[in-house]
């Protein structure tokens, strides 16, 4: 309402690779009807080739108000999760 543009990036997960559904996050996103967010879900993954682009993906939120900066890494996504034990699986 006073400007904001707000855009994301989701990591499109390879097919059946992992359980991030960022479909889901993106339909969430874009069910608040906001014209100041887009939603971008990337890379594309051409299956029917059997080509892709296979890379690791690392977060960055950066807000600026001329002024000021906000660099910081985090998942927001459906389906991750964290906890202080740092195990490779959750168990």
């Given amino acids: 309402d006073e400007g904001v543009r707000i855009y994301i990036l989701l990591f499109k997960e ?12 993106k339909r969430a996103f874009q069910a608040k009807k906001r014209n100041n967010i887009k939603v ?3 890379p594309e993954h051409n ?9 690791a993906h690392h977060e960055k939120f950066v807000v600026i108000d001329q002024k000021i900066a906000f660099v910081a890494g985090i998942d927001l996504c459906y389906g991750r ?7 490779y699986t959750k168990v």
Wanted: glycine share 4%.
């Fill in 14 to 25: 390879f097919p059946y690779s992992l359980s991030i559904d960022s479909l889901y996050t």
């Fill in 40 to 42: 971008i879900r990337h």
């Fill in 47 to 55: 299956t029917i080739s059997g080509k892709s682009l296979l890379w």
């Fill in 81 to 87: 999760w964290d906890d202080d034990h740092m195990r």
